[in-house]
């Protein structure tokens, strides 16, 4: 199989994939209430002991998007929100989009891989 037979299968793979999440999850997506805002309110208690009381949580949860529940509690072992410290210093629109651009760059990046 060719090189670019196999990225033009990629490719059409990732469209579809894509298309179907987006149409599934698109206005989550657009809101932001999708699986980040999880990630950003553990992002916003790193060093404290507040990271997986719920109430604190929902609280970050609450300022940054107006929406929290039990199914957007942050579950992650203690060093992702610690990676993801930096996002949680920034305003959580701009946080959001640039989690979406890092994920968008990290599927070109494995694509190109």
Do not use: N
């Not at 002991?49 to 529940?69: D, N, Q, V």
């Amino acid at each position: 199989m060719s090189r670019w037979l196999a990225l033009t299968v990629c490719l059409l793979g990732l469209t579809f994939t894509g298309s179907t999440i987006w149409r599934a999850g698109s206005h989550r997506i657009v809101k932001g209430t999708d699986d980040f805002l999880p990630l950003y309110a553990g992002a916003r208690l790193v060093g404290t002991p507040e990271l997986y009381h719920p109430e604190s949580i929902y609280r970050e949860e609450m300022e940054a998007s107006g929406e929290s529940g039990d199914a957007l509690l942050c579950t992650r072992m203690p060093w992702v929100p610690l990676l993801l410290w930096p996002l949680g210093q920034l305003p959580y629109s701009v946080a959001h989009w640039v989690w979406l651009g890092l994920r968008i760059a990290g599927v070109i990046a494995f694509i190109w891989i």
